[in-house]
C-alpha cells in the first residue's frame, strides 16, 4: 500500500512538470528568417500535421530544435514546428549597420556605406525590385540601367537591400559589383544611352567571365563551386510513386538515393537544393517554382522505373527540348551507363510537367526498373547509391565544363 502512494505521488509530480514544462532558454536558440509568403507553422514536426498558424516573409523565429527538415519553435505559446527549407540565418550586417524596416530613411542613399556592405550597379533598364526573394513576389519597384544598390545578403540568386524604407529583393544575375569604396550616394536617374550601352557591355562581358572562371574551376579542380543544383526526388507523402517487386515504394529508394547525391554534390562545392528532403507530397507546380525561383543552373528529377513485364531493365534519362537540355541529358547519362553496371537506354524527349515548366535546363533521370528484381536488388544498395551520386556530379561537371 505505501509502495502505491509513492508511485502516485511520483506520477503526480511527474504530470505536473509535462504540464508546466518552460521552453528552452532564449540563450540557446537560433535566429532564422522566413523566405517563404504564407508558411505553415504546424504543431509538430509532419505535413500533415495541423496548422496552427502562419509566418510571412521576413517573419524571424528563434529555432531549438532540429528534426529531419523540421525546426521547431514557439507560436501563440505553444510548441510549433516549421519547415526549415523555408528558413534561411539573417545576415548580421544590416543589424550592425543600424538598418532596420523602421528607422531606415526613405530614400536609398541616406544610408551610409559600412566596410561590410557591397555596392552592386543594376546592368539593365526596368529592373524588377520585389518584396521577397522570389519570382512570383509583389513588386514594389525598379531599377534603371546603372542605378547601385547596397547589398546586405544574399539568398540563392537574390540579394537582399532597402527600397524606399523597407526590406527589398533584386535577382543578383542583373547586377555587378561596383569597385569603389567610398561610394556613399544611391542614384536613381537614368543613365544616358551610350552609358546604358557601356553599362551592358560590361555586364555581359562580366558574367561571361565568372562563366570562364567557373567552367575553368570545374575543369582544373573537379569542383562544381558557384553553381545551383536543384535535386527533385520524386512522388512522396501520399504520391507512393510505383510498386516494385515485394511491394517496395519508387519514393523510398528515390529518397535514400537523393541522400547520396546531396551529399556527393556538396562535397563537389555545389550548393543543392532539395524539391522534398524526408517523405511528404509536393506539387509537380511547387517543384518547378523552386527550381525556378533559386536561378538553377541544373534541375535533376531522380525517379526509379516500372513495368508490367519483369524483364524491362535498365536506366534511360528525360529532357524537353533544346540543346541545353539535351546536352544536360547527354553528359549525365553518358557518365551513368560509364560507371553503372545496368543496361544503358540512352536519352529520351519527353514531356513531363517538371521538365516542359522549367525555366532552366532540366532533366529526369530513371535510375532502374523496381519491378525487375535485378535492377530493384542493386537500386537497393548502398554501393549503386554511391555510384550513381558520383556518376551525375561526373556528369554535371562533364556538361558545365
Known sequence: MKRLITVSISMVIILFINLFELPVSAQDAEM??????????????NHQAPIIGKLDKGDRVKVYKESFGWVQTYYGGQEAWVASQYLFKPSSSAKAAGY??????????????????????????????RSGPSHDAPIIGQLQN??????YKEFFGWVQTYYDGQEAWVASQYLFEVNKTNQTQVSKKTSKKNT???????????????????????????SLQGYNIVID??????????????GVFEKDIIMRTADHVEQKLRQAGATVILTR?????????????LSNLYHTHAFISLHYNAHPLMRMNGIETYYHSGEKNRDLASNIQGSLEQNVSLQGRGIKESNFYVLRKNRFPSVLVELGFITNPGDLSMAQSEDYQNTVANSIVEGLMNYFN
Open 32 to 45: 532564422y528568417e522566413v523566405g517563404s509568403a504564407n508558411l505553415n507553422v504546424r504543431s509538430s514536426p
Open 100 to 129: 532596420t524596416q523602421k528607422n531606415l530613411p526613405k530614400a536609398q542613399n541616406a544610408a551610409t556605406l559600412t566596410s561590410k556592405d557591397k555596392v552592386f550597379a543594376a546592368g539593365t533598364s526596368n529592373l524588377n525590385v
Open 146 to 151: 546603372g542605378d547601385k544598390v547596397r547589398v
Open 196 to 222: 546604358e550601352n557601356t553599362q551592358a557591355e560590361k555586364v555581359e562581358s562580366t558574367k561571361k567571365d565568372e562563366q570562364k572562371k567557373r567552367e575553368a574551376n570545374t575543369a582544373s579542380t573537379g
Open 233 to 246: 526526388p520524386g512522388h512522396g507523402g501520399k504520391d507512393p510513386g510505383s510498386l516494385g517487386v515485394n
Open 277 to 289: 528532403n524526408s517523405d511528404y507530397y509536393i506539387s509537380l507546380n511547387e517543384r518547378v517554382r
